[in-house]
């Protein structure tokens, strides 16, 4: 499958060390619609609160315009589990989500551990502190909420914000090639490729049967409550010293809907 | 994004030149158009420039960082007004996201394509990309980039379906290539070399100075799990 890399130098106008998505999407933005990649991961992030609140703001809409003209944008929903991107002191306990996952324009992709089954730790997921609870997301956080699974907290964190991840796949003990070696590593940044993968695939598909590509998946996602996902139903995202939320039946803010079911997916993405 | 206005630029450049710094600039036009000044110096260069003593600093996994002491910089007063931020000073890397690699190289075990292709069922008709049409991507930043041996390795031992399919690169970092480690996940897809502190992985000392408004030279100590270790070199 042609694949494109992105590659944006420099940083972010308020913050040296973090990355200039702003700069990026214009430059996908000027791709036309017919050469631009329709699914795009990426494995970079930060954590809310060190990201200018009007930039990150500017940086959701470009997010919702690339989305509205059939790109997929999967993000790694982040390694700290409900610290942060990277296990991060909590002031006050205050959990951190991390930016841009939690925006509901973006697909989040948590993770799972190689068993497939349950939930990595190091997932990061929970409630934006930026962005509200988006419709299409209101009735899934609901039946979470409701579901008796033991819950932090609420002072933890924000309890009508938007609600990450939206999906997971595999991020411990995924092989790559460094320095000439195999080496496992864990983290988010290896599900969004690999969930990225799948959902082109769905796109090469669509398109192979003459249909546009998927878009912005999460209302898709959300009103099929999931189920062309396997729900992840065990595990949690420890952070903050808590044992953070746990994975329950449906969504929820650790492995959202779950993991690809290439099979489902292909069923009621391509076919219907 | 708010440009530097010109009073700004012209006393920056001036200040450059007269510190014959001109040939260390290494900014590029997207770098400017962002407000930023690249210049790349040495450690005694830029101890002179900013009046200040560089100290490495390593945390408990072993990065460095090369970070100004206890005491501070300060900055000449023609520039002074219209710098708000020169990095990398006195503020110390958060804890960034990227991949975690564990210490041994294996060859079996973990999750390769194969296994992905298994566990999420991803067999038959449509478990290859087809249509000519169709493309996916990946965007890197910070500098990132993948190396071109370690990807082909990648395909020989775990991905031999995807021999060849050497991505396109795009943006406007698309002519500068450094050296990122490579990973191939299905169609091709790569992860960014972990990278916890991005600074501390350029090749040599870089300022970045953000032309904005008031500089504030405000000190601070290391967050606690950087620890001084030796002084710069």
Partial sequence: MPTDAWSTAGQQPHNPENEPFLVWLTNVAAQSDDRVAKAISVSYGDNEPGVNFDYATRVAQE??????????????????????GQPSPCAQGRFIPTFP??????????????????????????????????????????????????????THYNSTGAGFPDVAAFAEDVIIVADGNQFPVSGTSCASPIFTGVVSLINDLRMQAGKGSLGWLNPTLYSAKGSFLTDITSG????????????????????????????????????? | MTAPSSEAVVAVDSWIKSNNLTGSVVSDAHLLREGFVRLSVT???????????????????????QRVDESGYSVSDAIDRFVSVIEPTVRFPAPRRGPLLKSSPVVNGGITPAGVRTAYGITGAGAHGKSTKNRVAIASFLGQFWTQADLEKFWTELSPDSAGNNPTVLGPNSGQVRAMQCNAMLCCLYEPRPSQHPFASLPSHHLHLHLAGRHRGISRHPVRHWHRQRRAD
Wanted: glycine share 14%; charged share 15%.
């Fill in chain 2, 43 to 65: 450690v005694e260069q830029a101890e002179n420039l900013l009046n200040c003593k560089y100290m490495t600093y390593v945390d408990s996994d072993g990065h460095e960082v």
């Fill in chain 1, 63 to 84: 997010f919702m315009k690339q989305g509205a003209r059939g790109i997929s944008i999967m993000f790694s929903s982040g390694d700290g589990g409900v610290a942060g």
């Fill in chain 1, 101 to 154: 996952a939690a925006i509901p324009y973006v697909t989040a992709v948590g993770g799972t551990d190689p068993s497939n089954v349950k939930a990595a730790g190091l997932s990061s997921g929970g409630f934006s502190d930026y962005w509200e609870r988006p419709k299409y997301q209101v009735d899934a956080v609901k039946a979470y909420m409701a579901s008796g699974v033991p819950m932090p907290d609420p």
């Fill in chain 1, 236 to 272: 949690n995202n420890p952070g903050c010293n808590t044992n953070g939320f746990e994975a329950a039946k449906g969504w929820d803010p650790v492995t959202g809907w779950g993991v690809p079911n290439f099979q489902a997916m292909s069923k009621q993405l391509v076919s219907a």
